[in-house]
């Protein structure tokens, strides 16, 4: 399923939360699937702020994903 189908099916669930109710199963597909959205999120966001370059005052660029970042093995 790709985020962008997730997100639909995430909307679809809210409303019928809000028209009607949601049975359990539906209540534990809207769990998990908001789980796996918050964390593609995150993963995007981290990427981002893993490129970030600083320049210091001393012209040295440091970047924040190495310096800070979780590294990869």
Same mark, same amino acid.
């Given at each position: 399923?790709?985020?962008?189908?997730? +997100?639909?099916?995430?909307?679809?669930?809210?409303?019928?939360?809000?028209?009607?109710?949601?049975?359990?199963?539906?209540?534990?597909?809207?769990?998990?699937?908001?789980?796996?959205?918050?964390? /593609? +999120?995150?993963? /995007?966001?981290?990427?981002?702020? /893993?490129?970030?370059?600083?320049?210091?005052?001393?012209?040295?660029?440091? /970047?924040?994903?190495?310096?800070?970042?979780?590294?990869?093995?």
């Amino acid at each position: 399923m790709t985020l962008e189908e997730k +997100i639909t099916r995430i909307n679809a669930l809210y409303r019928k939360s809000q028209a009607e109710g949601l049975t359990d199963e539906e209540r534990r597909e809207q769990k998990i699937l908001r789980e796996e959205y918050v964390a /593609n +999120i995150r993963a /995007n966001l981290r990427g981002q702020l /893993n490129a970030i370059d600083v320049c210091n005052a001393d012209g040295t660029v440091t /970047n924040l994903g190495e310096k800070f970042g979780r590294k990869l093995s």
